[in-house]
Protein backbone atom coordinates (compact mmCIF):
# COMPACT_ATOMS: atom_id res chain seq x y z
CA UNK A 1 0.00 0.00 0.00
CA UNK A 2 1.52 3.66 -0.60
CA UNK A 3 1.06 6.33 1.23
CA UNK A 4 -0.21 9.77 0.03
CA UNK A 5 1.83 12.58 -0.29
CA UNK A 6 2.81 14.84 3.41
CA UNK A 7 0.79 17.46 1.88
CA UNK A 8 -2.56 15.14 0.98
CA UNK A 9 -1.97 13.43 4.40
CA UNK A 10 -2.44 16.47 6.50
CA UNK A 11 -5.38 18.15 3.62
CA UNK A 12 -7.27 14.27 4.42
CA UNK A 13 -6.89 15.09 8.27
CA UNK A 14 -8.33 18.49 8.15
CA UNK A 15 -11.11 16.93 5.62
CA UNK A 16 -11.91 14.40 8.18
CA UNK A 17 -11.42 17.34 11.16
CA UNK A 18 -14.50 19.50 9.33
CA UNK A 19 -16.81 16.38 8.31
CA UNK A 20 -16.39 15.10 11.86
CA UNK A 21 -17.52 18.71 13.32
CA UNK A 22 -20.24 18.66 10.20
CA UNK A 23 -21.85 15.38 11.70
CA UNK A 24 -23.63 17.08 14.31
CA UNK A 25 -26.92 18.89 13.57
CA UNK A 26 -26.32 21.91 16.40
CA UNK A 27 -22.98 22.32 15.07
CA UNK A 28 -24.67 22.36 11.33
CA UNK A 29 -26.97 25.15 12.68
CA UNK A 30 -24.36 26.84 14.75
CA UNK A 31 -22.16 27.43 11.11
CA UNK A 32 -25.66 28.14 9.03
CA UNK A 33 -26.16 30.94 11.54
CA UNK A 34 -23.10 32.44 11.29
CA UNK A 35 -23.08 32.92 7.68
CA UNK A 36 -25.99 34.57 7.80
CA UNK A 37 -24.11 37.25 10.06
CA UNK A 38 -21.77 36.97 13.05
CA UNK A 39 -23.04 35.85 16.24
CA UNK A 40 -22.11 35.78 19.78
CA UNK A 41 -21.86 32.33 22.18
CA UNK A 42 -24.51 34.15 24.48
CA UNK A 43 -27.02 34.71 21.03
CA UNK A 44 -26.37 31.58 19.69
CA UNK A 45 -26.59 29.54 22.98
CA UNK A 46 -30.46 31.12 23.79
CA UNK A 47 -31.95 28.77 20.47
CA UNK A 48 -30.70 25.68 21.79
CA UNK A 49 -32.19 23.12 24.95
CA UNK A 50 -28.81 22.76 26.59
CA UNK A 51 -25.96 24.81 28.52
CA UNK A 52 -24.17 27.73 27.59
CA UNK A 53 -20.89 25.49 28.51
CA UNK A 54 -22.48 23.16 26.23
CA UNK A 55 -22.61 25.74 23.38
CA UNK A 56 -19.55 26.55 24.08
CA UNK A 57 -18.15 23.53 23.59
CA UNK A 58 -19.78 23.18 20.12
CA UNK A 59 -18.24 26.48 18.90
CA UNK A 60 -14.89 25.33 20.16
CA UNK A 61 -15.13 21.99 18.21
CA UNK A 62 -16.20 24.26 14.98
CA UNK A 63 -13.07 26.60 15.47
CA UNK A 64 -10.69 23.72 15.79
CA UNK A 65 -12.22 22.41 12.79
CA UNK A 66 -11.44 25.91 10.85
CA UNK A 67 -15.47 26.25 10.54
CA UNK A 68 -15.74 28.90 12.31
CA UNK A 69 -13.33 31.98 13.82
CA UNK A 70 -14.09 34.02 17.38
CA UNK A 71 -13.73 37.63 17.61
CA UNK A 72 -14.33 39.89 20.77
CA UNK A 73 -16.23 42.77 20.57
CA UNK A 74 -16.07 44.30 24.14
CA UNK A 75 -17.29 41.71 26.41
CA UNK A 76 -18.65 39.35 24.00
CA UNK A 77 -17.72 36.85 21.57
CA UNK A 78 -18.35 36.89 18.31
CA UNK A 79 -18.12 33.81 15.90
CA UNK A 80 -18.09 33.68 12.34
CA UNK A 81 -18.12 31.05 9.78
CA UNK A 82 -14.90 30.48 7.65
CA UNK A 83 -16.63 30.03 4.20
CA UNK A 84 -13.06 29.55 2.60
CA UNK A 85 -13.07 26.15 5.07
CA UNK A 86 -16.37 25.05 3.90
CA UNK A 87 -15.32 25.49 0.63
CA UNK A 88 -12.84 23.34 0.83
CA UNK A 89 -14.53 20.45 2.10
CA UNK A 90 -17.50 20.70 -0.69
CA UNK A 91 -14.55 20.45 -3.14
CA UNK A 92 -13.14 17.61 -1.18
CA UNK A 93 -16.77 15.72 -0.97
CA UNK A 94 -17.36 16.84 -5.07
CA UNK A 95 -14.17 15.28 -5.82
CA UNK A 96 -15.07 11.71 -3.85
CA UNK A 97 -18.33 12.25 -5.79
CA UNK A 98 -16.89 12.41 -8.80
CA UNK A 99 -14.84 9.28 -7.59
CA UNK A 100 -17.78 7.14 -7.16
CA UNK A 101 -19.66 8.00 -9.81
CA UNK A 102 -17.31 7.09 -12.00
CA UNK A 103 -16.64 3.72 -9.97
CA UNK A 104 -20.18 3.09 -10.64
CA UNK A 105 -20.57 3.56 -14.16
CA UNK A 106 -17.59 1.55 -14.53
CA UNK A 107 -19.38 -1.37 -13.02
CA UNK A 108 -22.29 -1.14 -14.84
CA UNK A 109 -20.12 -1.18 -18.21
CA UNK A 110 -18.79 -4.46 -16.84
CA UNK A 111 -22.30 -6.00 -16.16
CA UNK A 112 -23.16 -4.97 -19.36
CA UNK A 113 -20.45 -6.84 -20.79
CA UNK A 114 -20.95 -9.99 -18.44
CA UNK A 115 -25.05 -9.79 -19.87
CA UNK A 116 -23.71 -10.13 -23.05
CA UNK A 117 -21.33 -12.75 -22.69
CA UNK A 118 -24.10 -14.79 -20.48
CA UNK A 119 -26.53 -14.11 -23.28
CA UNK A 120 -24.24 -14.67 -26.31
CA UNK A 121 -23.37 -18.01 -24.36
CA UNK A 122 -27.15 -19.32 -24.09
CA UNK A 123 -28.33 -18.13 -27.35
CA UNK A 124 -29.06 -20.95 -29.44
CA UNK A 125 -26.06 -21.56 -32.09
CA UNK A 126 -27.10 -22.50 -35.94
CA UNK A 127 -25.73 -25.66 -36.60
CA UNK A 128 -25.55 -27.30 -40.32
CA UNK A 129 -25.61 -30.68 -40.86
CA UNK A 130 -23.38 -31.73 -43.62
CA UNK A 131 -25.81 -33.75 -46.31
Known amino acids: MTQAPAG ?3 ADAATDRVLRALAD ?3 RDIVSRTLAAPCSVSELARDYPM ?3 AVQKHVAALQSAGL ?3 TRRGRE ?3 SAEVQTLRTARA ?3 ALEETWRGRIDRMGEILAHDAQDAHAQHAPHDSKESS
Open 25 to 27: STR
Open 68 to 70: VTK
Open 51 to 53: SFA
Open 92 to 94: ALE
Open 8 to 10: AAS
Open 77 to 79: QLV
